[in-house]
């Protein structure tokens, strides 16, 4: 059901540690960061990702469904525009995130950043 799940977090450093420790005996590791997010999970597959607060704004939590195909995060999009759901960014292909990555964004009513994925 969950592709990743992305917390704003008031101190980097401290929640890396503890995310880093607590989750080791599960197998996950400290993956891609630098000083403004860090990815844990599984090694080269984060699933979990911390964003430092400061000076941020928009949605504190950010949730990503997978998704079979791209048909279903179109499907995913239109009915969560139809829903109530503000845009955060229509489907389509995200090569910064990687080549094969396809994505669709919205606002829940509130104010969370839900996405669905197909990677």
């Known amino acids: 059901m969950y592709d990743h799940i992305g917390l ?32 844990l999970g599984p090694k080269g597959a ?3 990702w911390l ?18 195909d ?6 995913f999009y239109k009915a969560g525009l139809k829903a109530g759901a503000r845009d955060n960014g229509g489907p389509g292909p995200r090569p910064d995130y990687s080549p094969t990555y396809y994505a669709a964004f919205l606002i829940d009513p509130d104010g969370n950043n839900v996405e669905a994925v197909c990677p």
Not at 14 to 36: C, K, M, N, Q, W
Not at 51 to 68: C, D, E, L, N
Not at 70 to 75: G, I, L
């Open 8 to 39: 704003k977090v008031k101190d980097l450093a401290a929640s890396i540690r503890f995310y880093e420790t607590a989750l080791a005996p599960l197998g996950h590791v400290l993956g891609s960061h630098d000083d403004t997010y860090a990815g």
């Open 70 to 75: 791209h048909k279903a995060v179109d499907a």
């Open 51 to 68: 964003y430092a607060t400061k000076g941020a704004k928009g949605p504190g939590t950010h949730v990503a469904f997978r998704a079979a």
């Open 46 to 48: 984060p699933a979990l």
